[in-house]
């Protein structure tokens, strides 16, 4: 179960983007804020089934597209196919692994500091008309690299 805060969070989240608050969509919403495993929709539905025994995948997955839509959320793909999710409400990126497909939270002080300027010089340099962004890149992980005897030397 969600926080206190993390449910207060959302609850907010929710309400300032004019979404009709049901507890499905807050219950999803605080379970994307609250856990940083990057969930595809079959860990959300077993993580939720305690819950909300009658919340079906497809409510699940329709929660996600509006919150994709309204950009609280954001789909990530880490190399086996499926689709994961992240909750966006801190600036950060993300690493993901070309090996086992693990997908990490990287954020230092003043990243997406300035991400309004990025976003306009983007717009000048390629013409379009820039709603948002994300950033993602790729290598082996800590594990990986045991794994396989790589060293980062």
């Not at 595809?40 to 009658?54: F, G, M, Q």
């Amino acid at each position: 179960m969600a926080t206190k805060n993390v449910a207060d969070e959302t609850l907010k989240v929710l309400k300032d983007n004019k979404l009709r608050v049901t507890p499905q969509r807050h219950v999803i919403l605080s379970y994307l804020a609250s856990h940083h495993n990057h969930p595809s929709v079959d860990t959300i539905h077993a993580a939720l089934n305690k819950e909300l025994p009658n919340l079906g995948a497809s409510t699940i997955y329709n929660t996600l597209n509006t919150f994709v839509e309204r950009g609280l959320v954001i789909e990530l793909q880490n190399g086996d196919g499926s689709t994961h999710y992240d909750y966006f409400g801190t600036p950060h990126y993300h690493a993901i692994c070309t090996n086992c497909g693990k997908i990490v939270d990287v954020s230092y002080e003043g990243f997406g500091k300035d991400e309004k300027e990025f976003e306009k010089k983007t717009a000048e340099l390629s013409g379009y008309m820039i709603s948002g962004n994300h950033m993602e890149v790729y290598g082996l992980c800590p594990e990986c690299q045991i794994k396989l005897g790589i060293s980062r030397g």
